[in-house]
Nanobody, 115 residues
């Protein structure tokens, strides 16, 4: 059974930084790409950053230069360093496999960017 646990969210002022972490179990972590997704209020979930099993990264245009995804295959964890946060980054953030997410999602971690 796939189990994804996200952490690190919180409230931050515009321009601030946060680092999210995700621990995964029940899937062949080191053999698959992983991604961070987000769901803003009233919108569909979207992929914001992706990392291949060997560390090649890709980002949505609106987070390029601000977010950095990384992974630790020995610990089955994936991180998202988020800098220069904007109010429009307010959302629930989730990790999952990519490009085809597992059916089971974690609870996510909420980011609120507000002054």
């Amino acid at each position: 059974q796939v189990h994804l646990v996200e952490s690190g969210g919180g409230a931050v002022q515009p321009g601030g930084s946060l680092t999210l972490s995700c621990t995964a179990s029940g899937l062949p972590f080191s053999d698959i790409a992983m991604a961070w997704y987000r769901q803003r209020p009233g919108e569909l979930r979207e992929q914001v950053a992706r990392i291949s099993k060997i560390g090649v990264t890709a980002y949505a245009d609106y987070v390029k230069g601000r977010f950095t995804i990384s992974r630790d295959n020995a610990r089955n964890t994936v991180h998202l360093q988020m800098n220069s946060l904007k109010p429009e980054d307010t959302a629930f953030y989730y990790c999952n496999a990519a490009p085809f997410p597992e059916t089971d999602w974690g609870q996510g971690t909420q980011i609120i960017v507000s002054s």
